[in-house]
């Protein structure tokens, strides 16, 4: 074997808080060989992105290395000055962010900013930087390069922005690249052509590439090997598929019980600390003929003041309890179809009955006065983003029993919203905590918790796993799937993941382009689906038992 490209040798990162110093990463030693791609695998808090800064020198200013090597081709960098660092930093190696909008310049063109990555390391003219620049949006392989070389980040879709940021890491021809979560937030198609894309590249250019994921079957299906990390440790290293078959320590073992398959069902996910369930899963079969529907959608359609058609003759209808799934790429409509029914924006044709009565004549803007509101609540995706920071979690899932339900400060308030807290497994000291104190999995519970504090009938869940963990998935799915059956919820599952759709659902319906292209019962579309769209969507999914890809070591 040649000798490792990269060797890390008993790191040791710190940060100094308040509360003293903090331990990130403890003792961590690998190695990575020219044109491999690893993968760094744990929870967050593990020490994974740490690891990645530390590489990289882009640990803020409270965190260090206090101890350990980081050796690049023999030479440690860790002693390298800051000058001597920079010409590394690009030439040498680079970094593929997790959020692409926020590692963009939003007031600048891609084009201009792909050109600066180049001039701060060649010495060449700026339309020379200009011309490969734009060779390099044709090697990611973006659409109409010579258009979007003006277009600026929040003109692109996610997919977009991060073929930007891999323009970018190698636009001076790294001899390796870190990519921390690059396909976080994106559907299953984009995230596949991404990560092909990326594999391709470094295959092609003999890149060598640590990708840290959460998302094990990412790993299986695109590394030769992955490392695992917990607390800051090394924990287990194997090939892919002898790490996730028999993995041998007792933490690797948890992260692949709690990851969703292609046949796993909610009560086979077993989290970190968490006891499965007694309640047994539904097989998903259809409502009792002649039940009457809760929800009845008809014939919606969506455009905007530009003309664009969002949603196009979509059509739906729900019974009490029924848990339905709604997938397809970002931008078929799914989001924009699910904030129709919530009542946030209004349909430009169509009709929607809840419960018999028809709510889409109410204007979105006055729809909070309507009955129906407190009926119809929805869990969105991103909870940094829905809580309001200046909001204790105690405010947070009060905030709709004060608004809607008219109730007062008091005993009677307290009592229900620590009832809430406690359903969704939130524990009382933390009501006094605001959102920033508060762990992701924490506040996806404040999130879930503020939504059935009304006790509604139709819950609507947008993307509400997306950016968790695995095992803090796991135990958000089990909770979100016992409330359903306790509450007699009417569940619409918005999500890119369809092994969770899959689970969590009684039946899928597929949208593409804002239209409806396949439905049915959820796991006979899965297993068997009719339409091509539908058919390239399961085959984007990856799964822990996929090979690895074949990178060239």
């Not at 000798?3 to 990463?25: C, K, M, W, Y």
């Not at 006790?455 to 016992?482: H, I, K, Y």
Request: with cysteine; glycine share 8%; charged share 20%.
């Amino acid at each position: 074997m040649s000798a490792p490209l990269l060797s890390i040798e008993d790191l040791n990162v710190t940060f100094s808080t308040r509360r003293g110093l903090v331990q990130a990463v403890r003792g961590v030693s690998l190695s990575l060989q020219p044109g491999e791609m690893l993968g760094l695998v744990g929870e967050s808090g593990s020490g994974k992105s740490v690891t990645g800064f530390a590489v990289t020198r882009l640990l803020d200013k409270a965190g260090r290395i206090a101890n350990g090597r980081i050796l690049y081709k023999g030479q440690d960098i860790t002693r390298a000055s800051a000058a001597d660092f920079r010409n590394l930093h690009g030439a040498a190696m680079a970094m593929i962010f997790q959020n692409p909008r926020a590692a963009l310049n939003p007031i600048r063109a891609v084009g201009q900013q792909i050109a600066d990555a180049i001039l701060a390391h060649k010495r060449i003219s700026s339309q020379e930087a200009r011309e490969a620049a734009l060779n390099l949006l044709r090697a990611v392989q973006i659409r109409d390069p010579e258009r979007r070389m003006n277009a600026y980040p929040h003109e692109l879709s996610g997919g977009m922005c991060q073929r930007v940021m891999i323009a970018i890491a190698i636009s001076c021809n790294p001899q390796f690249l870190i990519a921390d979560e690059p396909t976080t937030g994106l559907d299953v198609t984009t995230q596949k052509v991404v990560m092909d894309l990326l594999a391709s590249i470094a295959a092609e250019r003999g890149m060598a590439t640590i990708l840290i994921t959460h998302d094990l079957g990412l790993a299986a299906r695109y590394c030769s090997r992955v490392v695992v990390m917990e607390q800051g440790r090394l924990v287990e290293e194997a090939a892919p598929l002898t790490l996730f078959h028999a993995p041998q320590h007792p933490y690797t073992r948890r992260l692949v019980a709690a990851s969703p398959t292609a046949t796993s069902r909610v009560t086979d996910l077993v989290p970190d600390g968490e006891l499965k369930p007694s309640i047994e899963v539904k097989d998903g079969s259809p409502p009792a003929h002649g039940t009457p529907p809760l929800l009845d959608v008809q014939r919606i359609v969506k455009r905007f003041d530009d003309g664009t058609a969002a949603v196009t003759d979509f059509s739906m209808t729900m019974t009490a309890g029924e848990s339905v799934g709604l997938v397809g790429e970002s931008g078929s409509g799914k989001s924009t179809t699910s904030r129709m029914i919530c009542r946030l924006i209004d349909p430009s044709e169509g009709e929607i009955l809840f419960d018999g009565y028809s709510i889409s004549k109410i204007p979105a803007r006055d729809f909070h006065r309507s009955p129906s509101r407190k009926d119809i609540q929805i869990v969105f995706q991103d909870p940094n983003d829905s809580l309001n920071p200046r909001f204790t979690a105690f405010d947070c899932i009060a905030h709709p029993l004060l608004r809607l339900l008219r109730m007062r400060s008091g005993d009677a308030l307290r009592q229900r919203v620590e009832e809430c807290a406690h359903r969704v497994g939130l524990p009382k000291e933390l009501l006094s905590r605001f959102p920033h104190q508060l762990s992701g999995g924490q506040k996806a519970r404040v999130g879930i918790a503020r939504a059935i504090a009304c006790s509604p009938r139709l819950l609507v869940l947008d993307e509400p796993t997306a950016a968790l963990d695995v095992s803090v998935q796991a135990v958000v799915l089990q909770l979100l799937d016992r409330l359903r059956r306790e509450d007699n919820l009417a569940f619409l599952f918005v999500s890119h993941d369809l092994n969770v759709v899959r689970m969590m659902c009684d039946r899928t319906i597929v949208l593409r382009a804002g239209g409806i292209v396949e439905q049915g019962e959820s796991r006979a579309l899965f297993a068997n689906p009719r339409t091509d769209y539908t058919r390239e969507l399961v085959d984007a999914v990856p799964h822990i038992g996929a090979p690895a890809a074949l990178v060239p070591a």
